[in-house]
């Protein structure tokens, strides 16, 4: 669930810097961020359907801190903007990464929520599976916005 929070907040994040930011290389990368999180997404859905957990559009809503950030980077533009949205990026992947990787390296076949279903004998659990896939991606993710930040002048 955090997971998918991260991403609906990142997407709504990433639609605020296209039409906030004014620095060509933050809408890209947000352009990007935007596309491979609602790939991620879509695939956080389709484990949690196959694990017999079903989730509606409105269920899955950023946190109240990311839902705060979200309102402050509303009212932010130019390159004030580019500053604050890098910062947010690096922090909110540094807490993805660490999310990712603690479910891949879990060991107990569970995600928290209790209900996933029993995988075929010698097969990985599908959470910890999708966790090794998408992890390089948000470890590049981070690595691509820390660059930006650094160019930009963030933290």
Not at 23 to 37: C, T
Not at 70 to 90: C, I, Q, T, W
Request: net charge negative; proline share 4%; aromatic share 2%.
């Amino acid at each position: 669930m955090k997971a998918m929070q991260a991403n609906v907040a990142d997407i709504e994040m990433a639609k605020i810097a296209q039409s906030r930011s004014e620095n060509e290389r933050v809408k890209q990368l947000a352009g990007m961020l935007m596309k491979d999180d609602e790939d991620s997404l879509k695939r956080l859905r389709q484990t949690a359907s196959d694990l017999g957990i079903a989730f509606k559009a409105d269920q899955i809503t950023p946190s109240h801190d990311q839902q705060d950030l979200k309102n402050r980077l509303a009212m932010l533009s130019g390159s004030s903007f580019d500053r604050e949205y890098l910062d947010a990026m690096v922090h909110q992947q540094q807490n993805q990464v660490q999310n990712f990787e603690s479910e891949a390296n879990s060991q107990s076949g569970t995600s928290g929520t209790g209900r996933e279903k029993p995988e075929p004998s010698g097969a990985e659990p599908q959470p910890q599976a999708l966790a090794r896939e998408l992890l390089p991606t948000v470890e590049q993710h981070l690595q691509e916005t820390k660059s930006l930040q650094q160019q930009i002048g963030g933290r």
